[in-house]
């Protein structure tokens, strides 16, 4: 799959202090890439950059294969964007503002206008003034304006704020099938983790400005996508059964009553066995499935790739 989308070392400063620092990404073409990160991680301002909306301090942004410079004119009318709160003329219908952004990209196909608004579920109120519009319907139609000169590429900073479960499970489908049908790319931030789990083939994790990792779905369910999870009344004397009589050295201490075990060998029953013969409490024993939160945070708070790995 070829590559879409690409930074080398991208950095920016605010006032001589770095936002984003050194960060190498890769899209290939015809993927979701999920770009999750802490408020103020960076997510925003790297979206920023690469649809030239302010200049790298430094590093490079190739699209298409080509260097995007202050002059990418014809590589803007490839892509679609949302890029934080979407603007609107908002004494215009919805319909008005999608044309008014046609004619701006040169585009002059008639019946994208309806498709995109049928698309987007705002085919019934198309010439509602979008002063009415409720902020989910101003995300909807943030959207429409995005995806209705049919782009190659599509980076959405938080596209579904403000949509009730229904709306974003609807959208969730509008970005598959943009994805599957259309051969569109998708780049997109957000903080409803469940979403992008549903969604990406690929993740990129940011942090203080720093891209930590960046890897594939796949490789995050294969990555000891199940565990045990145990809450007992001695942490440390758990510990020492743990390794001592089973060998474990895999396992993550959650808080002062619960372990983590990330042993695939690991036989519940023996366990319980041997913390009941050492007078250890078992109040819980699960087998669980780890999600992309978990991966998430202990991506964030360990800082590299090993963090949910750690003893």
Known sequence: MSIILQTKQLSKLYKKTEVVSGVNMRVRRGEIYGFLGPNGAGKTTVMRMLTNLIPPTSGEIELFGAP???HSYETMKRMGSIIEYPIFYDHLTARAN???????????????ISETLDLVGLSDIGNKPVKDFSLGMKQRLGIGRAICTKPE????????????P?????????????SKEFGMTLLISSH?????????????????????????????????????EIVVTDVP?????????????????MDNSTIRIYDPRLAPVELNRLLVQH?????????????????????????????????
């Open 68 to 70: 995007l410079t202050p």
């Open 98 to 112: 999608l044309e008014l952004h046609c004619e701006y990209m040169g585009y002059y196909d008639k019946n994208a």
């Open 153 to 164: 590429l599509l980076i959405l900073d938080e596209p579904v704020n403000g949509m009730d």
């Open 166 to 178: 229904s709306g974003i499970r609807e959208i969730r489908d509008l970005f598959r099938m943009l």
């Open 192 to 228: 409803i983790l469940q979403e992008i789990e549903q969604l990406a083939d690929t993740i990129g994790v940011i942090n203080h400005g720093k891209l930590l990792e960046e890897v594939s779905m796949e490789q995050v369910r294969g990555r000891h996508n199940e565990y045990t």
């Open 237 to 253: 004397r758990a510990v020492l059964v743990l390794e001592d009589k089973l060998a474990i050295v895999n396992y993550k201490i």
């Open 279 to 311: 007078e250890i409490g078992v109040e819980a024993l699960n087998k669980k499935t780890r999600s992309l939160e978990d991966y998430f945070l202990g991506v964030i708070e360990g800082g590299n790739r090993d963090a949910l790995e750690a003893h």
